[in-house]
């Protein structure tokens, strides 16, 4: 029974390889990499000779059993061209199918441009949601922007240069006076971290033309008091959580972020309540 490393690798700078990293992949008896020529700089940069073989978007079910085969054998470090794979990258359908199998699943944590990202993004890091690439076509566009509309965590999405100033635009119309962050290149020589409004966002790019990689992290809805769940809505909401086996310390937590309530509100509202009162000791 082998074990599948996700092994996280650069997002552009090759400085960004970890120790366990390096040995995970010089001691698996196989690689599977997103394309095999771009890790292949990687290998050659901290001289591992492991064999390769591809694992990409378009052979990602074909090559399944092979790969699960190898599983079978021994080891397997999976990689992608760049961060952690399974994000925004090839490797969810393979942990899936070697989790069934009863294969262990390890992570060897690193680089993610998202997590990078919001790092660095000065927009709460306290609760986030991370879109991966938004729609493409203006009408689903149009339809994830009302979705995250009312969404009050920072929200965390990757998109391709030439799709920018769409994206960005379409978010000045929606939220013109949200902040906005655009986090472009990170690692790399051209670094750059711009942080301003949605509404400002398409003068920066008109000034900056697209080029790159790029993070877009946009500030969480700020509700109004019309907007935020009442009383009775936040009850029951609470009841539903702990119902579902959810402790009361994250219940009361993830109603407040839902609700546009402050924790403490949640919590007196859950002493004000005598049905709720069995809930209470460990809050
Ligand atoms: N698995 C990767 C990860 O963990 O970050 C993401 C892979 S996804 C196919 C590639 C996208 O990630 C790029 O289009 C860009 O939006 C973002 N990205 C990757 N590297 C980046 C970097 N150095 N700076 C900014 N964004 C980056």
Known sequence: MGTLYLVATPIGNLEDMTLRAIRVLREAPLIAAEDTRTTRVLLDRYQINTPMTSYHEHNKLTKLDAILAALEAGDVALVSDAGTPGIS??????????????????????????????????????????????????????????????????????????????????????????????ACELTKMFESVWRGTCAAAGDYLRQHPPRGEYVLLLEGAVLEPAEQWTAAQVLRALNDRLAAGLTRRDAARDVAQQAGWNKRDVIALL??????AEHLEDI
């Open 89 to 182: 990258d090839p490797g969810y359908e393979l942990v899936v199918a070697a989790i069934a199998r009863g294969h262990t699943v390890t992570p060897i944590p690193g680089a993610c441009a998202a997590i990078s990202a919001l790092a660095v993004s000065g927009l709460p890091t306290n609760a986030f949601v991370f879109e991966g690439f938004v729609p493409r076509k203006p009408s689903a566009l149009a339809r994830w922007i009302e979705a995250v509309r009312r969404e009050p965590r920072t929200i965390v999405l990757y998109e391709a240069p030439h799709r920018l100033a769409k994206t960005v635009e379409a978010m000045a119309n929606a939220f013109p006076q949200r902040r906005l962050v655009i």
């Open 271 to 276: 002493h004000a309540s005598p049905d709720s």
